[in-house]
Each structure stands twice: as C-alpha cells, then as structure tokens.
C-alpha cells in the first residue's frame, strides 16, 4: 500500500520520505498467493464497484510499471474456478451469471460468471468435488506478490521526489506538531504523513485519536505454502471453502491460506498450513506429489468494520490513513493509494464511505 502511494506520489512530483521498520516489501506484501478475486456481481454497490473498476485498471498499471522497470510481475488475469458441491449452490450461481451480464462490464470490456457441468481441464480441480458444477469467473486475476513487490522497490529507488530510509521505525505520531517520532529518538516534520504500515498503522492513528470503545483494527495471520508441479501458469485460481490454489509462472503453485485472529508466533507456520496443503492436494491430484517449496506466514491488517481503511483523520486533516486491505490488498492498493494522494492535494479522495478513516473512528466509537 505505502509502496504504491510512494509510486503516485513521485509521478505527482511530491516530495516523499519513504520510511519502513524493515526492509522494504517483507511485511504481509511479501507473500506467496496473489489472488486478485472480485466480490460476487450480485446486489451491486459502491464498494463492488470501486473493487471492480480498481480490479480492471490494474491491468494497465501493471504494464506500465513493468515497461518503466523492465521487470514482471507475474500477472495474469487467468479467471477463477468455483466448485458447487451441492444443487442449490449452483442455482445462485445462475442468478450470479446474470449480475455479471448486467455489472461486469465497461466499454467492449464483458467479464462472465459462467456455470460450467465439469472442469474445464480434467483434474483443475478433481470433478469430485463439482457434483453440481462448477463457476468459472473469467474477471478473477493473479499476480505474484513479490515480484509486484520488486517493481515497485526498482521503480522507487530510482524515483527522483522518494527519499527511502529502512530500518527506521515509526514510533508515534504528533499531530499537532506535525512530527512523527521514532524508535530511538529521531523525528522527522511533515507536511502530510500517510501511514501505511500495515497492521501496525493501527495503534500509530489510534494514538492520536479519542478514546475508543474498541481498538480500530487487528492482524490476522494468515499461512501459505508454494508447491512446485509441471502446470499450466495460465489455469484459472481455484477457490473452495477459504482454500485457494494459485498457478504461477515457472511450475509455482501456491496454496492458502489459514486465518487466525489468535496466535503466539506471527511468522510461524504449523499444523494449520499442513492440513490447508492437504486439502489442496486432494482438490488438485496433480498436486498430490508435489514438494513444497516454502511454507510462509504474515499479518494482515484487518480494521475494525473489515474495509479497507483510507483518507485524513479527522481531527488532524494532515495524517492520512492508508491500510486494511485485509485479505484483498493487492487488487485495490493503487487505486487506495490514488484516494491516500487525492487526499494530500485536498482533493476529493472518492471512496465508498465505509473505506474511510472517518467511517472506522465512528464503528469503533460504538
Ligand atoms: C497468508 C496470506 C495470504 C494472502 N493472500 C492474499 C491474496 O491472495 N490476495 C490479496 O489481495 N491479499 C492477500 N493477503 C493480504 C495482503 O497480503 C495484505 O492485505 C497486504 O499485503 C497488506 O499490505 P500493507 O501494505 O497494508 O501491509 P504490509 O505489506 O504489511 O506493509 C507494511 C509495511 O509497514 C512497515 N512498518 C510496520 N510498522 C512500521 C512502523 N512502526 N514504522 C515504519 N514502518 C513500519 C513494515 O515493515 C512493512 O514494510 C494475504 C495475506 C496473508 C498473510
């Protein structure tokens, strides 16, 4: 999210301190899956729309960032494999394939929400767990974590306005002197501040706000493994029950993931992620053999009303959030960075409401 809005705001010509605790990119951005899914095109709304429209304009962002970076991002918008194990499943899909008609949709764009008897390649996934079909939404996409992630470092460390610092850890924010503080002492005055720092924006803005009923966010964990398996990197995602299987490029096949509100060890990954590989492998027997090649752990930031949250606090209109894309950052961080920027030139940020900042400040008041 912080990469991307470092990347608006050098195209902007503004002059930005990009500061991460770490190296930069190796937060829950650092990941294996790259799922880029859309919402179901049923009762339509502003949020599914902002989804959708930040879900097609990727596209071109991507193959701008790649022609200016010479590097790939491992993106493709391969569609998405959903098994219906059982008959009434399949009737709401009828009634999905006809919002996507009507929503999936821009110029000659058309984006489908097909009902298929079977899969459309034996064995992605197995046809036994398709007893009532299967969907193939052709909108769903893919791209890999860390190589989006590398284009965007490469792009910003030879940005003209970025500055980067790693290893410098935002401590707290002091608004009213327009002054962010950090681990150790140091302090650094801003004009406007984004914070990005994933789960951990949380306590930065909750510390110069009010008090609140209920903290405004939490990580989740989340683990995920990659496989290495001879298959095609153009095969829809497939999705069942929480379990994606994800083809990449070069024989990767990364499968995901786990979602725990309670845990001692973020990084850690444990019996959780074996039965997650378990359950892939039995989804996809091309799959059963196949060796893992990492097993991987992060953090999501999850706010407190499950949107992302975006845009200036706001009693201190300078300090803009930019976090809580939870499970479906990647498909959207640009266009939440385009709200975050929108937000520094005192423009309208033009979001669905519950993305603001402002929204989640009250959520967490109640
Ligand atoms: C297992 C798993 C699978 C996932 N699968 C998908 C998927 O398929 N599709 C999808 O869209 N999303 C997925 N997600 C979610 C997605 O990875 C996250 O929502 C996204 O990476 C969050 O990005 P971010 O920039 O907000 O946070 P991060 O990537 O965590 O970045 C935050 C940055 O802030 C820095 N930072 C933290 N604290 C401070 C501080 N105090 N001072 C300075 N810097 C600081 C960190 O070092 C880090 O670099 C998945 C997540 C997990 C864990």
């Known amino acids: ?101 009507a929503c999936w949709r821009r110029g000659d764009r058309r984006f489908h929400w097909h009902v298929l008897d079977r899969p ?23 791209v890999s974590p860390r190589s989006l992630v590398s284009a965007l470092v490469t792009f910003l460390r030879s940005a003209s306005n970025v500055r980067i610092v790693e290893g410098l850890e935002a401590e707290a924010i002091d608004p009213a002197a327009s002054r962010i503080i950090f681990h150790g002492g140091g302090v650094v005055t801003f004009g406007h501040c984004i914070v990005s720092a994933g789960h951990r924006s949380f ?33 829809p995602v497939i999705f069942l029950n929480g379990l994606y299987v994800v083809a990449h490029e070069g024989g990767h096949v990364a499968v995901g993931s786990t979602s725990e509100d309670v845990f001692d ?19 996809v027997p091309a799959l059963a053999q196949a060796p893992v090649v990492e097993r991987w752990a ?12 975006v845009g200036a606090h706001p009693e201190h209109t300078r300090v803009i959030a930019l976090t809580g894309g939870f499970k479906v950052s990647f498909g959207i961080a640009h266009r939440l960075a385009d709200a975050a920027l929108n937000a520094v030139n005192g423009r309208e940020p033009r979001l669905p409401a519950s993305f603001t900042l402002a929204n989640h400040l009250v959520v967490a008041s109640r």
């Open 120 to 142: 459309p390649q034996n064995g992605w996934p197995d046809a036994a767990f398709a007893a009532a079909g299967l969907v193939h939404d052709t909108f769903a996409a893919r």
């Open 265 to 283: 060890d973020p990084s850690s990954t444990d019996a959780q992620l074996e039965d997650v590989i378990s359950r892939a492998r039995a989804l």
């Open 1 to 101: 999210m912080g990469l991307w809005a470092a990347v608006k705001a050098e195209r902007l010509g503004i002059s930005t301190l990009l500061v991460d605790a770490g190296p930069l990119g190796q937060g829950a951005s650092g990941g294996l899956l790259g799922a880029l899914m859309p919402h179901t095109p049923d009762k339509w709304n502003d949020k599914k729309q902002f989804q959708f429209d930040a879900l097609l304009s990727l596209e071109d962002e991507i193959i701008e960032l790649e022609a200016e970076t010479g590097l790939v991002c491992g993106y493709r918008r391969s569609g998405r494999l959903i098994p219906l194990p059982k008959p009434h499943l399949r009737k709401i899909a009828l009634g999905h394939s006809a919002d996507a008609e």
């Open 203 to 235: 306590p930065l803005l909750q510390g110069i706000s009010p008090p609140l009923k209920h903290p405004i966010g939490q990580p989740v964990k989340g683990q995920a493994a990659l496989l290495k398996a001879d298959i095609d990197p153009a095969l």
């Open 298 to 309: 992060g953090l999501r930031p999850k706010a407190i009303d499950r949107d992302p949250m």
